[in-house]
């Protein structure tokens, strides 16, 4: 084989695996908007066109979920979720990478440590805590647990390598004190990491699933995750209402993507310009 | 009176001193260089200076208030970073008045000091750009018109040429010097270039490991370094070292290196046979004089005005020799270098000045 035909061979393969990711990561998406247009029975077949059911799932949608009340609900704990996890970790992460103590990377190595603890194994005396706080079946309990988050102060800490001292010496010279040099120079220098870390933590918040299944007992808690769960594992599931309401719940991160989508990508390639 | 004294002050990281008992007197609206090679110490005491580091003993006092343990701010200085360190949010019109702002300054104060200082600095059309909007030169004018605006006591300057080309280094330097004659405020601007601290300072202090090696005039470092170091950091090119043994007498300087050479250069209360150095400025050198070295031309560089010819002895070390009649010479010719033994510096064998 000559050099010209081993490199379209090596196109075609790379092409090929591509299109393959591209394909697997799509069709799920795809899939959810054809199944929102068709009957639950259309969908079984593995019908793959739009259909003329959309009407219909949405009113059902509608009449058997509370929507106002699951939307607010999830909305409700991701924003307070996303806000006290930005607060604590990216504080944490300035401090662990401003100020130098002789047990700074003990402690720093024993937070990362808790990265390797599978969710599994803290639930059950996570649960107990909840209710010895007298906070199961509130979003507070769904909330708490994920504020200090080990991924997110590691994220903070590696990003504020790339923070300029020389910034915070200039700020003390300015007569700042520590917490106003990270409130009025750290915070604003630092936005595109913050909505990187914003978009994470929103996420990861507003799917969340295991967790607030195991604390939100009444309905008037569930947030839409949950309400889709039932949905789907109805004794006749309607998985053409279950689409509408998965393309729903993926609205609002959609839109947060898409407003943040800029600062999302300069905060991974590196904040401080 | 004083404005600024340090007294056998001191730094420590745990057992590691980085300062080791800094003496200093500083006058009103004196120019003072802080000058050595990395890692002597020089930005940690500007630091220490600025409040930026904590002084482990020993005193610093501004207008005869001793000022250890005050704040930075408090401190009536304003302290021009290497990399400018604008803040990269604010405008900057912003970043001349934030200090201002937070000290509680009334905002037609705020305006008008911004204002002064801009038109000093020709900073006008600048006030509403980010400082990624503008070039190195005047992120640098920014932020010296953000000390500026402070009306401090005192100017700290930390290496703030370091991040600019050569050519606006010059141009920077000229600057700041006028800067300097216009405000008349006491300046100490660290740097490791020794043309800056030869063209800008009033008063240079050679810093080497954490201790002040000599404080003068650049030109009395210049014409009287008091040690080896000082002789051989002060003036570009270089000073030329000589190895010599002083011979019976004491009055002339045997040069192994140089063909066994015997120069008259007079060496005070020396021992014959003890071993000296004898330091020559490159400018020394010249067609008269009493005293004479054979040499060949390794390498030359013609700048015009001037030509260095790069010369030894043998496979000896090379001298630096500095002539204004330099064009007819080429590489490989042999030259007696002459210089008068009256402009011949002599350290001992611990490198100390003997005069």
């Known amino acids: 084989m000559n050099k010209g035909s081993t490199r379209i061979a090596a196109t075609i393969v790379t092409y090929g695996f591509v299109?393959?990711?591209?394909?697997?990561?799509?069709?799920?998406?795809?899939?959810?908007?054809?199944?929102?247009?068709?009957?639950?029975i259309d969908i079984i077949k593995g019908?793959?066109?739009?259909?003329?059911?959309?009407?219909t799932n949405v009113s059902t949608f509608f009449t058997q979920v509370n929507a106002p009340l699951v939307f607010w609900n999830s909305a409700k704990i991701a924003i307070l979720a996303t806000i006290l996890t930005l607060a604590v970790s990216s504080l944490a992460g300035y401090g662990f990478e401003m100020f130098r103590s002789r047990h700074r990377d003990r402690i720093y190595s024993a937070l990362l440590l808790t990265m390797m603890i599978p969710f599994a194994a803290l639930m059950i005396p996570l649960f107990i805590m909840m209710g010895k706080a007298g906070l199961i079946n509130t979003h507070l309990a769904v909330v708490l647990p994920?504020?200090?988050s080990a991924f997110i102060v590691f994220y903070f800490r590696q990003t504020t390598k790339a923070f300029p001292s020389e910034l915070r010496d200039a700020a003390k010279v300015d007569g700042l004190k520590e917490w106003q040099i990270f409130l009025f120079i750290y915070v604003p220098v630092m936005r595109s990491t913050y909505a990187a870390a914003f978009i994470i933590v929103f996420m990861t918040a507003w799917n969340n699933y295991l967790?607030?299944?195991i604390v939100l007992q009444s309905n008037e808690q569930k947030?839409?995750?949950?309400?889709?769960?039932?949905l789907a594992s109805a004794y006749y599931p309607d998985y053409g209402v279950v689409m509408v309401g998965t393309i729903l719940a993926t609205l609002p991160t959609l839109a947060v993507f898409f407003f943040m989508q800029r600062q999302f990508v300069q905060g991974m390639l590196g904040s401080v310009k | 009176m004083s404005e600024l004294q340090l007294n056998d002050v001191r730094k420590s990281y745990g057992n590691f001193e980085v300062i080791k008992g800094v003496d200093l007197d500083i006058k009103t609206g004196e120019f003072v260089v802080f000058v050595g090679p990395s890692g002597c110490g020089k930005s940690t005491l500007l630091r220490m200076i600025a409040g930026l580091e904590e002084i482990t003993s020993g005193d610093l006092t501004i207008d005869g208030e001793r000022m250890n343990d005050v704040d930075p701010s408090k401190r009536g200085i304003a302290m021009v970073f290497q990399s400018y360190a604008l803040y990269p949010h604010m405008t900057v019109r912003e970043n001349m008045g934030f200090a201002l702002r937070f000290a509680g300054v009334p905002k037609a104060e705020i305006e008008s000091r911004v204002g002064e200082a801009a038109?000093?600095?020709?900073?006008?059309?600048?006030?509403?750009?980010?400082?990624?909007?503008?070039?190195?030169?005047q992120r640098q004018r920014v932020a010296i018109g953000r000390a500026i605006v402070r009306h401090p006591k005192i100017f700290l300057f930390d290496e703030p040429l370091s991040n600019l080309d050569a050519e606006l280094r010059v141009h920077m330097r000229i600057e700041i010097a006028r800067l300097h004659k216009k405000l008349a405020t006491t300046i100490i601007y660290v740097t490791h270039d020794q043309v800056e601290a030869m063209t800008l300072a009033d008063k240079i202090v050679v810093m080497r490991g954490g201790v002040v090696e000599q404080v003068g005039s650049p030109l009395d470092l210049y014409d009287d370094p008091a040690n080896l170091f000082v002789a051989g950091f002060i003036g570009s090119?270089?000073?030329?070292?000589l190895k010599g043994i002083v011979e019976a007498g004491g009055t002339h300087v045997r040069l192994p290196d140089l063909g066994n050479a015997i120069i008259p250069v007079r060496v005070k209360d020396a021992t014959p046979g003890s071993a000296v150095t004898i330091?020559?400025?490159?400018?020394?050198?010249g067609e008269t004089g009493s005293a004479s070295l054979d040499l060949t031309i390794d390498m030359l560089e013609h700048l015009g005005g001037e030509t260095f010819a790069y010369a030894r002895h043998g496979d000896g070390e090379l001298i630096i020799i500095e002539t204004k009649n330099g064009r007819g010479l080429k590489s490989g010719d042999s030259i007696a270098a002459r210089f008068d033994p009256a402009a011949a510096l002599v350290f001992d064998a611990d490198g100390r000045r003997l005069r």
């Open chain 1, 19 to 40: 299109g393959l990711m591209a394909f697997l990561s799509i069709f799920p998406f795809v899939w959810m908007l054809f199944g929102a247009t068709n009957s639950s």
């Open chain 1, 47 to 55: 019908r793959m066109m739009p259909g003329g059911a959309l009407a």
């Open chain 1, 146 to 148: 994920t504020i200090g």
């Open chain 1, 211 to 213: 967790w607030p299944l």
């Open chain 1, 223 to 230: 947030t839409i995750t949950l309400v889709i769960s039932s």
């Open chain 2, 119 to 137: 038109n000093i600095l020709e900073l006008g059309p600048l006030l509403d750009r980010k400082p990624k909007q503008l070039s190195g030169g």
């Open chain 2, 237 to 241: 090119p270089k000073m030329n070292f």
């Open chain 2, 279 to 285: 330091g020559i400025r490159p400018e020394h050198f």
